[in-house]
């Protein structure tokens, strides 16, 4: 009669526990999935949008998936997998997420760095991998750096040089690993690197319990949002594998593995985006102190306040070692961290926890479902036995509870990305709820349990994964092959309509030193003055909305823009005979 019909009283209890797990996340999600068909803000429509057409029927069958497996008797090849554990090696998913993750770079995400963070990051690596870490613009081409590069860019006065908004870190992995590795496996090793480090972390754990450290690696890699984020340039699957190696080292517990913890928290906090490492690393300075071990929880604290003040200050010392005027070098310092801050407070709204909830309903659908049902008693026990599982929890809420404030919208991503370096965190709790739900040493008392894990990490493989890569691929596509074209065109430069295309800036994409033709100007930061010296100069075309369509990018409305007249006029100049005559006339 279901999932507890086993002969063994042990057995039998824990498929009582696991039925009423299984069937409370499956009632949750859908009850989710209900709350959200009210939409009670429409700050953030992309977001909606792709809950509602991407994650809601996955979210459905998933919740369907759960409360069927309450009552469906599994076949006996699925629950009798604890006798072959033994003999099973680890290896098998991680070389296979590893094989997901290198040919889907290349077949679903099309090699493409979708949005301008991505971009960005393969941006700065070409800077560093030429052996710099600020490319100089050229004189004639600082009147065009908007236009050139019109997102994210560290606001250097003069556009004497460029260079990211973002810290460093994830740019120079990517350009020290590309002398070693095509570019196109570059996130895929990041990801190997981060299952091998939770396999060492789930075995320092629980080094008496082997199916804690299978729990924790297949339901990692098995998530689609892992495997699909190390298809991107993202600095995500960095901040995974730098996390789980600290957290390995940290685990260990000698002075030599201490240092090294320390020296990987330093480029964990400078890989992107200042915030993210220090949350997930809080909660076990905060432990050392509980647990009286004063003097290590004081080196910690101290370092990283040490290494927290470097990156603070590091766009101030690198424009101030490049020459850069000092006024200019002293603004980008802690002035530069807090006018950014604040201007993400200035934002805030309780609306935003709306966002939040459709964030967390999206990286549920990236998972695989076991993930959701045993991260219930994983919580459960991590509150209850604190310690190690306390701190992994723990950084979980700090981060949420900081993007509630900072940074509700995540904008593109596969899951929410924003959580992508906690996934380690989550796959560790889940281990300890496993731990929790099956107390009993016998694995033959286990086999429901074990089945149950079977069916739902083979709909993660055979069912969502596909599911999950047909949708990026038709996200990707059209902007892969828009830039294709672009990139194809036999003009010297192309102007692009970005006004007249959804998310039309991100096609604007140039090489850090210019050379690559055409280059690519966004006609927003374009005026008359620029037009005519390009048109001297250049061959001129203009990508316009209807070629963007052509490609299955969609439009955007031109006339919300405040300077669509004067743009509209700008781009008919372009295409003009007058344009061509200049050039002609040279």
């Not at 789980?244 to 913890?261: C, E, K, Q, V, Y």
Request: a neutral charge; proline letters at 5%; hydrophobic letters at 55%.
């Amino acid at each position: 009669m279901g999932i507890d019909n086993s002969e063994d009283a042990g057995d039998g209890d824990c498929s009582a526990r696991l039925r009423r797990l299984l069937t409370g996340v499956s009632l949750s999600l859908l009850a989710a999935i209900a709350i959200e068909q009210f939409e009670f803000s429409s700050a953030f429509p992309l977001a909606r949008k792709l809950m509602q057409t991407q994650d809601m029927p996955v979210l459905l069958s998933t919740a369907v998936l759960l409360l069927l497996l309450t009552a469906l008797k599994l076949p006996v090849a699925w629950t009798d997998c604890s006798a072959r554990l033994k003999r099973s090696t680890l290896a098998v998913p991680i070389l296979a997420a590893f094989t997901v993750a290198a040919l889907g770079t290349k077949f679903a995400a099309f090699d493409y760095a979708l949005s301008r963070d991505e971009a960005m990051a393969v941006f700065d690596a070409k800077i560093i991998a030429g052996g710099h870490l600020l490319a100089p613009i050229p004189p004639e081409w600082r009147p065009y750096a908007s236009a050139l590069q019109p997102e994210f860019r560290l606001p250097i006065p003069g556009d004497v040089a460029w260079v990211s908004s973002y810290l460093p870190g994830n740019a120079a992995i990517r350009a020290t690993l590309g002398f070693a590795f095509p570019g196109v496996i570059i996130n895929a090793v990041l990801a190997v690197a981060a299952l091998v480090a939770l396999l060492g972390v789930a075995r320092q754990m629980w080094p008496e319990h082997r199916d804690a450290a299978v729990i924790a690696v297949v339901l990692a890699a098995s998530s689609s949002q892992l495997l699909f984020m190390a298809m991107t340039p993202y600095a995500m699957s960095a901040h995974l594998a730098l996390n789980l190696i600290w957290l390995w080292l940290f685990l260990r517990d000698t002075p030599s593995a201490h240092a090294g913890a320390l020296a990987v928290g330093f480029l964990a906090t400078g890989l992107h985006q200042f915030i993210f490492h220090p949350l997930f690393v809080a909660p076990f300075l905060l432990q050392l102190l509980a647990d009286r071990r004063w003097k290590l929880g004081g080196v910690y604290i101290a370092c990283y306040a040490a290494i927290g003040l470097f990156w603070i200050l590091y766009w101030q010392i690198l424009l101030a070692s490049a020459d850069i005027a000092p006024q200019a070098a002293t603004a980008m310092g802690g002035s530069y961290l807090a006018s950014r801050i604040t201007s993400l407070l200035s934002y805030f709204s309780p609306y935003g926890l709306e966002t939040m909830v459709q964030n967390l309903l999206r990286f549920a659908a990236w998972q695989n479902p076991m993930m959701l049902v045993l991260l219930v008693p994983g919580f459960a026990a991590a509150w209850r036995l604190g310690g190690t599982l306390r701190s992994l929890a723990g950084g979980i809420v700090l981060t949420l509870a900081a993007m509630f404030v900072l940074l509700p919208y995540q904008d593109l991503g596969w899951g929410y990305r924003y959580v992508h370096g906690l996934i380690g965190n989550a796959a560790l709790l889940a281990a300890g709820g496993w731990l929790e739900l099956t107390p009993d040493r016998n694995p033959s008392s286990h086999r429901v349990a074990w089945g149950t894990v079977t069916a739902t990490t083979a709909f993660a493989v055979l069912i969502l994964l596909p599911i999950h890569g047909w949708q990026v691929r038709t996200q990707v596509a059209p902007y892969a092959l828009a830039q294709a074209s672009i990139a194809s065109d036999p003009a010297d430069a192309v102007v692009i309509d970005t006004i007249g295309i959804y998310y039309g800036n991100d096609l604007v994409r140039n090489d850090p030193y210019l050379t690559n033709r055409p280059l690519s100007f966004d006609i927003s930061f374009l005026n008359e003055e620029l037009v005519r010296n390009l048109c001297t100069r250049f061959k001129l075309t203009v990508f316009h909305s209807a070629d963007a369509a052509r490609f299955g990018i969609a439009g955007s409305d031109p006339n919300g823009h405040s300077e669509h007249v004067r743009l509209a006029a700008l781009r008919n100049f372009i295409e003009s005979p007058a344009c061509r005559d200049l050039l002609r006339g040279q």
